[in-house]
T-cell receptor
């Protein structure tokens, strides 16, 4: 089975812009979770989608949003980018075992 | 709220030797999952091993094994016959087993260096 894929792998944006990141889960997995990783805060949970519905949400401002499509692919969007949004964004998918498998991440740099 | 603590920011081990990484957690739940993930310089988060709290037997995956002490809320990872490719950040993570997937709570990580 192919693993979790994320696009793009690297992204450079400027403050105030918006960005959309994409995640394709492992085939058959219906749950997709998003995490932000920074040197200062470590790994923090953003949100989780299951069958096109947001099932869990972390403590992030409303500028961070997401969605899931009928094929389980997920996107996350960050609007009005701030310097502090520079991070590695990791997507993970899980199936019936509740074990999360991660993609390679998208490295976002905000200038 | 559940918390995960990794008290060793950095560890080193000689190639072919054994090393143990520590992890403690705090929860009021009786059933949950515990994981160790490895993040090499490529930044890909790789699942190393998983433990279900209701299972008393410690999980093992080839050279990787855990020492799960439920009463002490301790979950250490032992790497035997260390290899250069084991050099990475290792994260301990917790997840309760409510119905539906719940977010992982991660520790701050332990950076493991392997010395040739």
């Amino acid at each position: 089975k192919a693993g979790v894929t994320q696009t793009p792998r690297y992204l450079i944006k400027t403050r105030g812009q918006q960005v959309t990141l994409s995640c394709s889960p492992i085939s058959g997995h219906r749950s997709v979770s998003w995490y932000q990783q920074t040197p200062g805060q470590g790994l923090q949970f953003l949100f989780e989608y299951f069958s096109e519905t947001q099932r869990n949400k972390g403590n992030f401002p409303g500028r961070f949003s997401g969605r899931q499509f009928s094929n389980s692919r997920s996107e996350m969007n960050v609007s009005t980018l701030e310097l502090g949004d520079s991070a590695l964004y990791l997507c993970a998918s899980s199936g019936t075992t509740d074990t999360q498998y991660f993609g390679p991440g998208t490295r976002l740099t905000v200038l | 709220a559940q918390t995960v603590t990794q008290s060793q920011p950095e560890m080193s081990v000689q190639e072919a030797e054994t090393v143990t990484l520590s992890c403690t957690y705090d929860t009021s739940e009786s059933d949950y999952y515990l994981f160790w993930y490895k993040q090499p310089p490529s930044r890909q988060m790789i699942l190393v091993i998983r433990q279900e709290a209701y299972k008393q037997q410690n999980a093992t995956e080839n050279r990787f094994s855990v020492n799960f002490q439920k009463a002490a809320k301790s979950f250490s990872l032992k790497i035997s016959d260390s290899q250069l490719g084991d050099a990475a950040m290792y994260f301990c993570a917790y997840s309760p087993t409510h119905s539906g997937n719940t977010p992982l709570v991660f520790g701050k990580g332990t950076r493991l260096s392997v010395i040739a």
